[in-house]
Nanobody, 124 residues
Framework: QVQLVESGGGLVQTGGSLRLSCAVS????????MGWFRQAPGKEREFVAA????????YYVDSVKGRFTISKDNAKNTVYLQMNSLKPEDTAVYYC?????????????????WGQGTQVTVSS
């Protein structure tokens, strides 16, 4: 059984930073491509960032490019999302996800496992 546990969410002011972590247990972490998604109240879950299995390829939604960075530490079985220059529109529950494939996955339907989510709130 694969388990994903997010941490690092919280309340931050506009322009601040947070780093989300997602610890993966249960199987070989290095075999997964990983992603981050977010869901604001009343909205659908949306893609934020993805990283390939070997960490060599990363993808971002346009609204976070230049502000967010996804990274993968296979030694620690953890994927990170560094979020800088946060804006109120970044407020959402953030979820990490794992896909049993090598290429990065941008679609919510391409993931096999999900975490429980962590709340990020950006105040104006």
């Amino acid at each position: 059984q694969v388990q994903l546990v997010e941490s690092g969410g919280g309340l931050v002011q506009t322009g601040g930073s947070l780093r989300l972590s997602c610890a993966v247990s249960g199987r070989t972490f290095s075999s997964y491509a990983m992603g981050w998604f977010r869901q604001a109240p009343g909205k659908e879950r949306e893609f934020v960032a993805a990283i390939s299995r070997n960490g060599g390829y990363t993808y971002y939604v346009d609204s976070v490019k230049g502000r967010f960075t996804i990274s993968k530490d296979n030694a620690k079985n953890t994927v990170y999302l560094q979020m800088n220059s946060l804006k109120p529109e970044d407020t959402a529950v953030y979820y990490c996800a794992a896909a049993q494939r090598s290429a990065a996955v941008l679609s919510v339907y391409g993931y096999d496992y999900w975490g429980q989510g962590t709340q990020v709130t950006v105040s104006s």
